[in-house]
């Protein structure tokens, strides 16, 4: 399977804190994606990193990519109350691609 | 629209009724996904529509499930003799192109079956 295993599933940090989540995958890519959900909400695209790219940078956000290793982190650096949400990765290969169950993450203010 | 929109946004109904959801992708976005989502857990990939291919059904948990397509726009989810446990989030997205783009999600369909 192409699911994304992401890590940890719950995180809860201060605000001003930076926040790592990490996911897993199995198999060959295309690209990776990285969502948000709010709560009673649809995903929302953040970012997507191409298989040939190590880093991506957006506002502050970085992802980070190791196809060696099939993994890929997200930084959300300097937390705020308003990043609290789950967060999806998305390996995708061809048109597959299957979401993992999140990380939840709580931003304390 | 602006964005993908999802109707209704929520639904209850008895169990063993046939239930429809419905979803408006964003112009000229030729792929669509179905996805479920039960409650705190990741999304369940249901079925994929791109352009006039023949759409790909490998996630639909059983033959209760189906969904059509019409003029390449909107989709239509139908769910007959519904049961509990087809009691989740019922979200629907759309992209330009298949996996290559993001996806663009609606806010779902809440289904609860009593």
């Known amino acids: 399977s192409q699911q994304g295993e992401e890590d940890p599933q719950a995180l809860s940090i201060q605000e001003g804190e930076n926040a790592t989540m990490n996911c897993s995958y199995k198999?060959?890519?295309?690209?990776l994606q990285w969502y948000r959900q709010n709560s009673g909400r649809g995903l929302v695209h953040l970012i997507l990193?191409?298989?040939?790219?190590r880093e991506k940078h957006s506002g502050r956000l970085r992802v980070t990519l190791d196809t060696s290793k099939k993994s890929s982190s997200l930084l959300i650096t300097a937390s705020r109350a308003a990043d609290t949400a789950s967060y999806f990765c998305?390996?995708?290969?061809?048109?597959?691609?299957?979401f993992g169950p999140g990380t939840r993450l709580s931003v304390l203010p | 629209g602006a964005g993908v929109s999802q109707s209704p946004s929520n639904k209850v109904t008895e169990k063993g009724k046939d239930v429809e959801l419905r979803c408006d992708p964003i112009?000229?976005?030729?792929?669509l996904y179905w996805y479920r989502q039960s409650l705190g857990q990741g999304l369940e990939f249901l079925i994929y529509?791109?352009?006039?291919?023949?759409?790909?059904k490998s996630g639909l948990p059983s033959d209760r499930f189906s969904a059509e397509r019409t003029g390449g726009s909107v989709s239509t989810l139908t769910i007959q003799r519904t049961q509990q446990e087809d009691s989740a989030v019922y979200l629907c997205a759309s992209s330009l192109a298949e996996g290559l783009q993001p996806q663009h999600f609606g806010d779902g369909t809440r289904l609860s079956i009593l």
């Open positions: 198999t060959s890519i295309n690209n």
């Open positions: 529509f791109q352009g006039n291919s023949a759409p790909d």
């Open positions: 998305a390996p995708v290969f061809g048109q597959n691609f299957v």
């Open positions: 112009s000229g976005h030729t792929a």
């Open positions: 990193i191409r298989s040939n790219e």
